[in-house]
């Protein structure tokens, strides 16, 4: 080890490290508004790089086919249940986001040729499939048992998951993918080189962080987030809708996990499974922030970042080990620390 090595994997630590940072928000937000601990938020990852990889191979990507069923279920169940209740102003919406929308999106994709669109309107397109199934998912997994205790939303946070990876098999083979980089500049700064493709992973994450800060502090809808993180009951009695708020934070989950694992497409091979332990390792950022503190939460998944990348270097056998160690330690101080309540029944 010297200092040469010691800034490579530095740089290594803080570009992975930023990664995890966006995941254990989108953990993080979505526990503090509906209480889920999200597994499957890997999924996303890994459904966003594999459609653009598809997109730039010529091929149909598998997530289309998903959207276009997931959006004819839910728009059955919530027709049926908007004729009985007789509130009829709701089928246009209905019928406009769940199965018009997906019929465009397939119209784009068989009528143009995705693979000749600039990288940017692929990327665009690929996030358009794949962002519309985080709501369509809490809509059909979660909002029936939105009032369930922690234990159930997790036993379903699971299913969901293991669902979502035997889709991504079924869709995109066991074979990995890999896109083109963003940009082929490099950089020497001192000792170290750095590559183009690392500066729009930072800078791209840097700037979804504030953009979302933003969001929270912002609009009308960031404080409705907020309000509903901080007391569901109040959110309800006045006025936001948690069931809004519930969509709203698995539409971000959904974009901050498809984003993500474009911006690591073209740096690592993504397979239909490598999304899981990605998502993990946000995880641990998450659960350092007690699933609570968003600042503390991303500096813990930074933390998770580099650690992974020094332990590569001494003990590359055992550097998973030693990422998910992190959290033993966590748990047991906020066991000691934090005053328990128990879940009202």
Do not use: C
């Amino acid at each position: 080890m010297d200092l040469q090595i010691a800034l490579l994997l530095g740089q290594d630590g803080i570009t992975n490290g930023a990664i995890y940072a966006l995941l254990s928000l989108a953990l993080v937000l979505i526990f503090a508004v509906t209480r889920v601990i999200f597994i499957p938020q890997g999924e996303f990852v890994a459904f966003g790089a594999l459609t653009l990889a598809s997109f730039q191979a010529g091929k149909t990507p598998g997530t289309l086919w998903l959207l276009i069923g997931a959006g004819v279920v839910v728009a059955l169940i919530d027709l049926t249940l908007a004729v009985r209740a007789g509130t009829v102003r709701k089928i246009p919406r209905i019928v406009g986001w769940n199965l018009i929308y997906p019929a465009a999106a397939a119209a784009v994709v068989f009528l143009l040729k995705p693979n000749e669109f600039p990288l940017l309107l692929q990327i665009v397109l690929a996030l358009a499939l794949v962002v519309p199934l985080g709501p369509m998912i809490y809509r059909l997994a979660f909002q029936p048992v939105a009032e369930a205790s922690v234990l159930v939303l997790l036993i379903v946070s699971v299913a969901v998951h293991l669902a979502l990876v035997g889709l991504g098999l079924l869709f995109f083979g066991a074979e990995g993918s890999r896109t083109p980089a963003f940009s082929e500049a490099s950089f020497d700064l001192g000792l170290v080189r750095v590559t183009g493709q690392t500066l729009w992973v930072m800078g791209a994450s840097l700037l979804l962080i504030v953009v979302l800060a933003l969001f929270f502090e912002r609009t009308i809808y960031g404080k409705a987030l907020r309000a509903t993180a901080m007391n569901r009951t109040g959110a309800r009695l006045m006025g936001i809708s948690t069931v809004m708020a519930g969509k709203l934070s698995f539409l971000l989950a959904a974009l901050i996990g498809a984003f993500s694992g474009i911006l690591i497409a073209p740096i690592t091979t993504v397979y239909y499974d490598t999304g899981f332990l990605i998502g993990l390792k946000g995880f641990v950022g998450a659960i350092v922030g007690g699933l609570a503190s968003y600042p503390i939460a991303a500096a813990g998944a930074v933390l998770v970042g580099l650690l992974e990348a020094f332990s590569s270097f001494w003990a590359s056998a055992f550097k998973e080990v030693i990422v998910f160690t992190l959290i033993i330690p966590v748990l047991v101080w906020r066991s000691l620390t934090t005053r328990h309540v128990e879940e009202d029944e």
